[in-house]
């Protein structure tokens, strides 16, 4: 089924480790975003990537690192990670705003 | 600072009433609103969107009004019924390749048979 594929489903990590969140799309997007989503806070953007090359700070950029790999991939990155970075972490992409953004289902990262 | 702002937090609506959740903005240059709908476990998924030359939209139960002049938006849904049960975020953007979405905070909806 064409979409955005997250991996991993679910993560721990302690405090200080580092880890990679990947997300894939096979849509042939140009744009691609990650958010993370918190209770009471909304989903926030963290970074996203206008096209192949180009990469851009949103609302929460503290923390991590992105890489826009190729025109499907885009990954996100714990150098590392604390407690305050426990959230539900969605990847998107889209061709334009009102094309409609397909998310996919979601990291559910816990920091020890 | 927050560019876009909904409420309420959560709504609990009988089954057949109307639910109502407002969002304002303040960027004048936000020309895209939409909304999605998100159920446990899954994301979010465009549920209905608008623009400002339009004040209202409607796709089955699910109405957007809009008020430019007062920078708001609002989703109505009619007849609600317990499928509707999810959270619903109401977003905004400049509508142009390399934007990016700036959400409201969401509304959980619980709907009552």
């Known amino acids: 089924n064409a979409g955005v594929t997250q991996t991993p489903k679910f993560q721990v990590l302690k405090t200080g480790q580092s880890m990679t969140l990947q997300c894939a799309q096979d849509m042939n997007h140009n744009s691609m975003y990650w958010y993370r989503q918190d209770p009471g806070m909304g989903l926030r953007l963290i970074y996203y990537?206008?096209?192949?090359?180009?990469?851009d700070k949103g609302e929460v950029p503290n923390g991590y690192n992105v890489s826009r790999l190729n025109k499907r991939e885009f990954s996100l990155r714990l150098e590392s990670a604390a407690p305050s970075q426990t959230s539900v972490y969605f990847c998107?992409?889209?061709?334009?705003?009102?094309?409609?953004?397909?998310f996919g289902s979601g990291t559910r990262l816990t920091v020890v | 600072q927050q560019q876009v702002k909904q409420s309420p937090q959560s709504l609990i609506v009988q089954k057949g009433g109307i639910s109502i959740i407002n969002c304002a903005y303040e960027?004048?240059?936000?020309?895209?609103f939409p909304w999605y709908q998100q159920f446990p476990g899954k994301g979010p998924a465009l549920l209905i969107a608008i623009r400002p030359d339009v004040s209202e939209k409607k796709e089955g139960r699910f109405t957007i009004s809009f008020n430019k002049s007062a920078k708001q938006f609002s989703l109505h849904i009619m007849d609600s019924q317990p499928g509707d049960s999810a959270t619903y975020f109401c977003a905004a953007t400049i509508n142009q390749a390399g934007t990016a979405l700036i959400f409201g905070k969401g509304t959980t909806l619980s709907v009552s048979s």
């Open positions: 960027n004048t240059a936000f020309d895209y």
């Open positions: 998107a992409s889209s061709e334009k705003p009102d094309y409609g953004y397909t």
């Open positions: 990537s206008a096209s192949e090359g180009t990469t």
